[in-house]
C-alpha cells in the first residue's frame, strides 16, 4: 500500500493513498468537528464544520471529502476556522427549532454537543422560527422537522446500507427538507422496512421512536461502519 | 375625583400581577382588580407537537410546582393509551406528588408568607422576607428551608433533577426508587415531622394572638370548594374523584370525573387579565365562585385517613369553622397537609409494593381526546388533550389551580381593601405601606402561581395602583 505524507498543524503524518483530509487530520489528532460525516456512509460535505486551510487552495476545503495529497500543509484550528465553525452552528440553531429542555435526544444530541465543542453559548443570528410539520404517520418512528439539520445521514443510510432508499431531500434553498419517498407521509411509503437505521444515526432529534419520551433517545451512530465493515470481509455464512 | 391604588408589582408570590383599588370621586373605594399581567400560550404552541412530550413541555411552564403538570400530562397520557398503569408506577407517582406538596407549601409558609406573621405586618419591607427571618429566628428559619429541601430532594433522587424531571411518562415512570433513596427518606422523615410540629405550634399561636383579625377580615366570605376525594370521601392528591362542597358543609356534588368537566366547569375571560375565570356551571358567572386547593380539599374531604393528619384537621375545623370559609385558613391547611404528606410518604415508604414489579407500559395510541387531573400544591389541575389518528396534538386546554381561585382572590382583595384602606381616601393621602401589604397578604394566602395559571412568562413582582375614576395613577408601589 502506497503511502502520502503531508503536514497538519506542523506536525508530519502518513496516511494510505486515499485517505480523505478528514483521516489525515485525525492521524495527527487534530479533533476536527463533524456533523454529517459517520464512518461507513459516503461523505457529503453538507454540515461544513470540518472545513480546513489547505495551503496554496484559497477556498477553504471540507476534510471529508478532500483526498489527501503528498506534501499538503494543512491548519484545522486557525482564529478563522473557528469563528466559521461557531457560526455555522449558530446558523443551525438559528434555522430550525430547536428547543433542547424538551427535546427527546437531549444529552445525546451531536449538535447539542457541537455548540458545546465550539463554544456556542448564544446564536447572534435572528432565530427564524419557521413553521415546520411533524409526521408521525409511522407506526414506530417520528420525523420532526423542526430538529432537521439536513445532515443527509439518513438519506444515505437507508440507501447505502439497508439498500431501500427512503428518504431524499426536496424542495431548495430555505425551504429544503427531508423527503419520505415521493414526498408522502412516512407511514405510506412501501419501500421503508421500519429497520429504525435512519432514526439511530440522526445526530439530533428529528427522528426518533415513538416511546422516546425528553432525552430518553439512545443513537446508534457506529452501525452504518459496523454492517459496511462486516459485508465487506463478509463476516456471514451465506455471503 | 375618583382615585385608583395600583399594586405592582405583587411580592412573595409565584408570577407577576398587580392590584388596582378604584375609589369614586368621594375617595370610597369602589372597585379592586387583581390582574395578572403575563402571557405564554401554551396551549397554542403545544399544537402539533406529539403528546408523548407534554409530561416534558408542561412541566416546564413553572419552577415551583414542575411536577403538577408532569403528573397531569402523564395521566392524560395514559388515559390516550388506554391503559392502567402498575401498581408501582402508581405508587411512585403518588409519592413524587406528595413530596411536590410538602416542599411547595414548605415554601409558601417558611418563605413567603411567614415573614408577615412572624415580623409583623408593620416591620421593614426590606426585611420583611426569608433572609429577615434568618436573622430574627435563624433556627425557624433552617428547619423550614430543610424542610423544603426533604421534598425537593425526594423529587431528586425519584426523577433526576430536583426541577423539570421528565421522569413521569404515560405508561408509568422512567426509574424506580433505589433501595438507597428509600432509606435516605425514612431517615429525614423524624426532621420534617419536628418542624411541622414546631411550626403548627408556633402558628396556633399566632392565631390565637396577633392574626385574630385576619382570620376575620383576609377573604372570610361563602363559596364552594372543590377537590379530589377517594370513592370514599377521604383526602387524596391524584386519583379519585372530584366533590363540591358549599360553605355550608353540604356536598353540592360528588365523584364527578375530570372527563366531564366541561360540563361543570365554565370559563369566563374579563378584558383586564390574562387570567380566565373559572366558575362552577351549575351556578353561572360570577355567583359559581368556588376555591381550590389545601383549605378545599381539606373542606371536602370528610377526613384525611392517618391519624396525625385527622387529629390536625379536626383542630382547624374547630378553629375556622366546619367548613372554613376565610382564605387565611389556607396557611393553615397548608401545614396539616405537610403533615398528611408526611404521614403518607411514611406508609408509601415502607409499601413492598413501591418498589417491585413492573414501572411502565408501552402501548400505542388508543384514544384521540382525553382528561387528566391531579392535585397541585395551589389546586386541581386539569390537563385536556385532542390528538389526530397520529398522536399528535389538535387542542390543549389546561385548567390551573391559581385560575380557579381568581374569584376568590379577587373578593379576598376586596375585603382586604375595605377593611385596611381608609374610608374614605382623604385627597392626594398616601396609603401606608402596611395596608398595602395587607391586601397583597390577601393574595398569598392562596400562594398563586401566575406562570402556571396564564402558563405565562416573567418574575414575580407585585404593582398597586390607586387609581382616579378616570383612570389616572394617583398613588403606586412597586415592588419586585
Partial sequence: MSVITLNVNGQDVAVPAGASLLEATRAAEANVPTLCHLEGLTPVSSCRLCLVEVEGSTKLLPACSTAAAEGMVVHTHTPRLREYRRMTVELFFAEGNHVCAVCVANTHCELQDMAVTVGMDHSRFPYQYPQRPVDAT??????????????????????????????????????????????????????????????????????????????EKQPNTTLPALLRTAREQRRWHNQ | MTRTVIIDPVTRIEGHAKITLHLNAAGHLTDTRFHVVEYRGFEKFCEGRPFTEMAGITARICGICPVSHL???????????????????????????????????????FHLSSPDFLLGWESDPAKRNVFGLMAADPDLARAGIRLRQFGQQILELLGGRKIHSAWAVPGGVRSPLSQEARDWILERLPEARATVTLALE????????????????????????????????????????LRFRDSNGAIVADQLSEDDYAAFLGEAVEPWSYLKFPYYKPLGYPDGIYRVGPLARLNVCDSVGTPWADRELAELRQRSGQTATSSFAYHHARLVEIVACLEAIEILVQDPELMHGRIRLRASLNRNEAVGVSEAPRGTLFHHYKVDDDGLLTSVNLIIATGQNNLAMNRTVHQIAQEYIPDPVPAGAEIPEAMLNRV??????????????????????????????????LAERLRG
Fill in chain 1, 138 to 215: 409511522h407506526p414506530q418512528f417520528t420525523l420532526d422537522h423542526n430538529r432537521c439539520i439536513l445532515c443527509t445521514r439518513c438519506v444515505r443510510v437507508c440507501d447505502e446500507i439497508e439498500g431501500a432508499h427512503v428518504w431524499d431531500i426536496g424542495s431548495r434553498g430555505g425551504h429544503c427538507h427531508i423527503v419520505a419517498g415521493l414526498d408522502e407521509p412516512w407511514g405510506q411509503v412501501q419501500a421503508c422496512t421500519s429497520c429504525g437505521k435512519c432514526v439511530d444515526v440522526c445526530p439530533t432529534g428529528a427522528l426518533f421512536r415513538n416511546s422516546d419520551t425528553t432525552a
Fill in chain 2, 71 to 109: 403528573l397531569a400530562a402523564a395521566k392524560t397520557g395514559d388515559k390516550l393509551l388506554a391503559i392502567s398503569i402498575p401498581p408501582a408506577a402508581d405508587k411512585l407517582r403518588r409519592l413524587l406528588n406528595l413530596a411536590q406538596l410538602t416542599q411547595s407549601h414548605a415554601l409558601s409558609f
Fill in chain 2, 202 to 241: 408556633l402558628y396556633k399561636k399566632l392565631l390565637d394572638g396577633p392574626l385574630q383579625k385576619e382570620q376575620r377580615v383576609f377573604g372570610d366570605f361563602p363559596s364552594l370548594f372543590m377537590g379530589l376525594v377517594t370513592p370514599h370521601g377521604l383526602w387524596e392528591h391524584i386519583d379519585g374523584g
Fill in chain 2, 440 to 473: 397583597e397578604a390577601g393574595i398569598r394566602c392562596f400562594d398563586p402561581c401566575l406562570s402556571c395559571s396564564t402558563h405565562a412568562a416573567g418574575q414575580m413582582p407585585l404593582r398597586l395602583q390607586l387609581l382616579a375614576a378616570d383612570g389616572t395613577v
